[in-house]
């Protein structure tokens, strides 16, 4: 029987790569644009949804096209940030894997430029470029696009939302007249309309659905709160999907780091994405979340561009986007390869007027949801817990041992008191939780409430009534993020979340709010930690100025003599000692009595940001 991608006219080599890739059936768009692609004598204009197989729409016909006995450049491929760039590059690389001669360059900001430019003078013949540093090559002059014969625009509106119209028009005027060019679109905005007209001559359009619609996939819901009961109401559906795999998204920075902050606080294992990241910092918290080390992505729009992880069930809209049309490339991270997933709206009453504009967009009916009782989410988890329990793989000869003394220890219970404990280990901590828990659900006359306060967390203050502010020795030199450094803080200090207020990240030093109960016993836990062979310093502090002294992650302040003004107190008597230790924890953010999803190990993170965005990068005008 012929494999279903060698009947559209793929090559043996390459239907045997994708069958080792586990591609069995081609995808809507794959099935209906290879076969024109293949003809390579038109230009082409792919509208679908993110997730629905455009790489392979476009990587199989191109590796069917080209002629990899040269070496030159001969298709282009620009994508909007980083990680759709290396994701393509990566599919492409996969796809050839059994064509000789083939090589495949990405060429994006945040990395070695020179590595980059060695890869472009060793040869290539497919090039994946964001824009901006693909300009930076062009102006050195380090590559020759005299033979391009092809050029692929993917996600096409996510770069004029971006802003990369003139560096699109910049790096067309370098390619020949005569090459193809074949744009793939989540959405057809009037730009992306002219840049076809502009840069194409008659091209075949295909629309897998209609246009701007979203994927046909995806659950759409909302959920009426009041604005003070936002986040009891996100966390109230996490709680409820207890294998939740999600991008929550926020409309600020601000937002995703309090949002983030809070779920860590309260033991869940989040972490935020925004533009302050570094390059690293982010390359860090999206490997931990496609490794699924991390339950909840928290995310701004600009940020979540390009990301690209398969299994995400969940999207939840914090906050609803300001641009509309943005709701399509949100709700697209979910429902991915054929998958299911289902797109959340955590709103006010004020703004089901949005949720009607963005059900016309989308040509989707939203459904009005309510939020689970504390009952319904306590039993929720119980039986999710059940379940584990149940299908669980016994590993046989490594327990054999510890049978007898378990059996032991059980000798008095009965099967009956023994299932009631183990299903309490877990079901206990919720119902204490949602012991009396309120009803947020609110409805849709509710005006009761002005603003958005909601939309922000609650969280410590600075010099916050039974709080007392530390400073400490670490900060964001030493690619600490404010989540690091709650998690640091916990872990070390052996404390609780909920037991940390305000974080003050700083560059080689921050500051943070406990607790006044937990300041001791944090000072004892601290004494003799480090950090990368640095002793960790923990200190009372004041509210006057701090002034910096080197390199070396310490401060002292200027005048006065200490932290907190006047005499500086030393803990632990005499000279002053250094609190903390240990190299830095890895193992995500669920230590310390937080809840751990994944049972895997965390990386640690660092390094610097290209671009101002954090996600593609944008070229520097003079």
């Known amino acids: 029987m012929n494999n279903p991608f060698k009947l559209l006219g793929i090559s043996d080599d390459v239907v045997n790569a994708v069958k080792d890739l586990g591609f069995e059936n081609p995808t809507p768009i794959q099935e209906q644009a290879i076969p024109v692609l293949l003809e390579g004598n038109n230009d082409f204009v792919g ?4 997730g629905t197989g455009k790489t392979a729409a476009f990587g199989l016909p191109l590796i069917e096209l080209i002629d990899f006995k040269s070496n ?9 940030t980083r990680e759709l760039c290396l994701q393509i590059a990566s599919d492409i690389k996969n796809y050839s894997k059994n064509t000789p001669g083939a090589s495949v360059v990405a060429v994006y900001g945040g990395a070695n430029i020179m590595q980059q430019l060695r890869e472009i003078r060793n040869g290539v013949q497919i090039v994946v470029a964001t824009p901006g540093r693909m300009l930076d090559i062009i102006g050195r002059k380090a590559i020759d696009f005299t033979n391009v014969k092809y050029v692929v625009l993917d996600e096409a ?38 840049i076809a007209k502009n840069y194409m001559d008659n091209p075949t359009e295909l629309t897998m659905g209609t246009k701007n619609t979203g994927n046909v996939n995806i659950e759409h819901e909302y959920y009426i709160v009041r604005a003070r009961d936002k986040y009891a109401a996100l966390k109230r559906i996490v709680d409820f999907n207890p294998e939740i795999f999600a991008v929550v998204f926020c409309k600020t920075k601000m937002d995703t780091q309090d949002v983030a902050e ?46 690209d992880v398969n299994n995400v069930t969940h999207v939840i809209n914090y906050s609803l986007p300001d641009e509309i049309e943005s709701y399509t490339h949100r709700s697209g991270r979910t429902g991915r390869a054929g998958k299911t997933g289902i797109s959340i709206c955590i709103i006010n009453s004020k703004e089901i007027g949005k949720i009607r504009q963005i059900e016309r967009i989308i040509g ?3 459904t009005k949801a309510e939020l689970p009782t504390g009952f319904d989410v306590c039993e929720k988890q119980l039986f999710s817990l059940v379940h584990k329990v149940h299908n669980v793989e016994v590993n046989e000869s490594q327990i054999e041992q510890y049978i007898p003394r378990i059996m032991d220890e059980f000798a008095e219970l009965t099967k009956e008191d023994v299932i009631k404990r183990f299903a309490s280990l877990e079901f206990n901590r919720f119902l204490e939780y949602y012991k009396n828990a309120p009803d947020l659900n609110a409805s849709a006359d509710d005006r009761g409430e002005r603003g958005l306060r909601g939309d922000r967390p609650e969280r410590g203050s ?27 803080v916990c872990n070390n200090g052996k404390i609780s979340g909920k037991s940390i207020g305000k974080i003050d990240l700083k560059g080689v030093y921050s500051f943070f709010e406990v607790e006044d109960a937990t300041v001791d016993s944090l000072f004892n836990n601290f004494k003799g930690i480090e950090f990368n062979n640095r002793g960790v310093r923990i200190e009372k502090s004041g509210d006057a100025p701090v002034s910096t002294r080197g390199g070396g992650g310490g401060e002292r302040r200027s005048g006065g003599g200490g932290y907190g003004g006047g005499e500086r107190k030393s803990y632990g008597g005499g000279e002053r000692k250094s609190y903390g230790g240990g190299a830095r924890r890895e193992g995500g953010n669920s230590g310390g009595g937080f ?21 593609g990068e944008r070229r520097r005008r003079s």
């Open 72 to 80: 030159k450049p001969q298709a282009l491929i620009l994508c909007p």
């Open 364 to 366: 989707k009916q939203f």
């Open 47 to 50: 509208l679908a949804q993110t």
């Open 462 to 488: 600075r010099n916050s009534e039974g709080y007392t502010r530390l400073f400490i020795n670490l900060g964001s030199v030493d690619d600490f993020t404010r989540g690091d450094l709650l998690s640091f």
């Open 262 to 307: 809070n779920l860590i606080k309260d033991g869940y294992n989040a972490d935020a994405l925004h533009g302050d990241l570094s390059q690293q910092q982010r390359d860090k918290v999206m490997q931990r979340f496609r490794d699924r080390n991390m339950q909840l992505l928290i995310a701004t729009d600009v940020a979540a561009r390009g990301i």
């Open 595 to 615: 809840r751990d999803f994944s049972g895997k190990s965390r990386d640690d993170r660092g390094g610097r940001r290209e671009g101002g965005s954090g996600t």
């Open 157 to 194: 509106d996510e770069m004029l939302n971006m802003g990369f119209q003139e560096d699109i028009n910049d790096i067309l005027s370098t390619t020949p007249d005569d090459k193809k060019t074949w744009l793939f679109s989540a959405t057809m905005p009037p730009e992306v309309r002219r």
